[in-house]
Nanobody, 119 residues
Framework: QVQLVESGGGLVQAGGSLRLSCAAS????????MGWFRQAPGKEREFVAR????????YYADSVKGRFTISRDNGKNTVYLEMNSLKPEDTAVYYC????????????WGQGTQVTVSS
């Protein structure tokens, strides 16, 4: 059984920064890619960023491009989301997720961590 555990959320003022972490534990986990998603109150969950585990190639939603950076530490089975220049509209519960194959469904999910950006 694979578990994904996020950490690093919190309350920050607009313009500030946070770094989220997502650690995978359990049986050997070799994802094809890991992603970050978020869900704001009353809104659907949306894609934020993803990283291919082997190559490190990244892809971002337009809303966070240039402000957020996704990275991974293969040895620690951990993926990070560095968030800079935060805006109130970034307020959401952030989830990490993993998929085992290219184009596959993200079927491993963490419990989420709250990020609140005050104006």
């Amino acid at each position: 059984q694979v578990q994904l555990v996020e950490s690093g959320g919190g309350l920050v003022q607009a313009g500030g920064s946070l770094r989220l972490s997502c650690a995978a534990s359990g049986r050997t986990f070799s994802p094809y890619s890991m992603g970050w998603f978020r869900q704001a109150p009353g809104k659907e969950r949306e894609f934020v960023a993803r990283i291919t585990w082997s190559s490190g190639s990244t892809y971002y939603a337009d809303s966070v491009k240039g402000r957020f950076t996704i990275s991974r530490d293969n040895g620690k089975n951990t993926v990070y989301l560095e968030m800079n220049s935060l805006k109130p509209e970034d307020t959401a519960v952030y989830y990490c997720a993993g998929t085992l194959r290219a184009g596959g469904t993200y079927n491993y999910w963490g419990q989420g961590t709250q990020v609140t950006v005050s104006s």
